[in-house]
């Protein structure tokens, strides 16, 4: 290539760049001042009605004591709009829902379809009937105790139903019941007694719920006892915590974890407003502890299904050393078939920021199977799209099974 050519591809890269850099500072992060400033005033209406202190703000055991599950309480605090309140009142009926404070100060309540809103407030298309209570068909693949199995060599031992806030969008949301309740030790013990009867076990996922909300003696017997495991090379954890309730990412946490090396953590942002001074503080920590963090991001129709949102998520998390792992295709969960996006759309996002950023900054985009027969890299030479739009996909083990695929649907036109 000449210096002429050369000059006039870099002028054509610095074009795209430029754009892309104009595209993203439209995209909200939690650090802009503008938004730094609305958590502020959120924050303060909060304590204000529970009479509270900033040192109770930052406890975790006052933020799950103090999570907002009541319309009432949600009105007393923000005045919602009277549709909003009777659109809650109405889910309640049939889901639970609890936000925690930290998370519920991030929602900006003057936008209807506020992204973290969606992610946190019941939504009055929940109530559809739409979706499967169980999808992924966790209770056809559990052979002991709370262990979810589908592949040869690792497994997930499920440790709770409690989470620092229950996503709108959540795949366990039949498990979320009426009260929070870990799992029973005889449980806890017949998974781990299955784990060491079957040796072929190398990777461990302590998931639930979320396990973070466990104490951390609690969480630090079930570390220890799998870690004494000769034949388990890997403990991973898979926790929302530190988006919902980052203060529970404290020393003394972070000290009884970095003891159980090679221990891995993956975490679930999914919109750039969830990245906040909070949240970096929680996850510098956890990487300085040395405990590598990946994202789990989930692909949300009017919350990230955006090349350019997608694009300044991954390189913020970069920033604050957490690796993008997996955009997940949303399950075909009841009650949340609204959140779901048509796979191609999925696949443009994941073609676009090929070339647009590092190979670091891009996901694997993921399909579970469903039959609970594993998860399915998403991209044009593995799928095939028919007719009516829905798709064949091929398992890890060459199956190929018909999945329904869904057009992505405005959330302005469900609630007209």
């Not at 404070?101 to 379809?113: A, G, R």
């Not at 973070?212 to 006892?225: G, P, V």
């Amino acid at each position: 290539m000449t210096n002429v050519e050369s000059q006039k591809r870099s002028s054509e890269l610095h074009k795209i760049a430029i754009e892309n850099d104009l595209k993203k500072s439209e995209v909200d992060t939690g650090t802009k001042q503008e938004i730094v400033n609305m958590t502020k005033l959120n924050k303060e209406k909060i304590l204000k009605y529970f009479n509270a202190s900033l040192d109770d703000w930052q406890s975790y055991n006052w933020q799950i004591s103090h999570r907002i599950s009541n319309v009432q309480v949600l009105n007393d605090i923000f005045k919602l709009k009277k549709d909003k309140y009777t659109e809650i009142e109405e889910v309640s009926k049939k889901y639970r829902w609890s936000i925690s404070p930290y998370y519920l100060s991030l929602v900006d309540f003057n936008n209807s379809l506020d992204e973290i809103g969606l992610m946190c407030i019941p939504f009055i298309y929940e109530i559809n009937n739409d979706g499967e209570l169980d999808p992924m068909s966790e209770e056809f693949t559990n052979p002991a105790g709370s262990i979810t199995r589908r592949y040869p060599d690792r497994l997930i031992i499920n440790v709770t139903n409690m989470c620092g806030m229950y996503c709108r969008f959540c795949q366990r949301k039949r498990n979320i019941g009426e009260i929070d309740s870990h799992k029973l030790s005889s449980i806890i013990d017949e998974s781990i007694r299955y784990i060491e009867d079957n040796k072929e076990i190398r990777d461990v996922l302590i998931t639930g719920g979320d396990p973070l909300t466990l104490s951390n003696k609690s969480l630090e017997n079930i570390i220890s006892r799998i870690r004494n495991i000769k034949h388990v090379e890997i403990i991973r954890i898979g926790t929302r915590i530190p988006v919902t309730i980052p203060a529970r990412i404290d020393d003394s946490l972070v000290n009884m974890l970095k003891k159980y090396h090679p221990l891995y953590i993956n975490v679930q942002f999914n919109h750039p407003r969830e990245i906040t001074k909070e949240t970096i503080d929680a996850c510098n920590k956890l990487a300085d502890a040395g405990i590598p963090l990946g994202n789990q991001a989930v692909l949300l129709n009017g919350i990230n299904n955006d090349k350019y949102v997608m694009l300044k998520l991954n390189q913020e998390l970069l920033k604050i050393r957490v690796r993008p792992y997996y955009i997940f295709q949303a399950k075909n969960v009841l009650g949340t078939t609204h959140f779901k996006c048509d796979i191609k759309d999925g696949i443009e996002i994941v073609n676009f920021l090929r070339g647009n950023t590092s190979g670091l900054a891009i996901p694997t985009y993921i399909v579970n199977a469903p039959s609970g027969l594993g998860k399915v890299q998403l991209a044009k030479s593995n799928c095939e799209f028919l007719e009516d739009e829905n798709i064949i996909i091929r398992t890890w083990e060459g199956k190929e099974l018909l999945y329904k695929n869904y057009r992505t649907v405005k959330l302005e036109e469900l609630i007209k």
